[in-house]
């Protein structure tokens, strides 16, 4: 069985996930899940979450970001990252095993 690599997350996106937990009553994790569906065929769900027994859990800036064992093969050398655009800000998931993506930004098929 072949090792992924972990996806990595940006100081970006672990610096906005601070400033939410900043504001927050209990601070979370971000979880990062790849789920059947979407217009081309999987999608990304991004949460505030608790961390599992069988998430891989990745730490920077004092924050968790989170992904259960069955999406991590789907995120394998991704990039979890948070960008500021004129339609609004949002964090993205530039992922290198994606053969395509939809306009939406959260749907992709490999």
């Known amino acids: 069985m072949m090792l992924s690599v972990p996806p990595k997350v940006t100081d970006r996106a672990f610096a906005r ?19 059947g569906g979407g217009c081309s065929g999987f999608q990304y769900e991004i949460k505030l979450d608790a961390p599992g027994d069988d998430d891989l859990v990745l730490e920077g800036q004092g924050q968790k970001v989170v992904v259960d064992s069955v999406s991590l093969p789907f995120l394998a050398d991704a990039v979890i990252d948070f960008t500021e655009e004129l339609i609004g800000a949002r964090f993205t998931i530039e992922n290198p095993n994606a053969t395509s993506s939809c306009g939406c930004g959260t749907s992709f098929s490999m």
Do not use: H, K, M
């Open 17 to 35: 996930l601070a400033e939410i937990n900043d504001t927050a009553d209990a601070p979370q994790a971000l979880r990062v899940a790849v789920e």
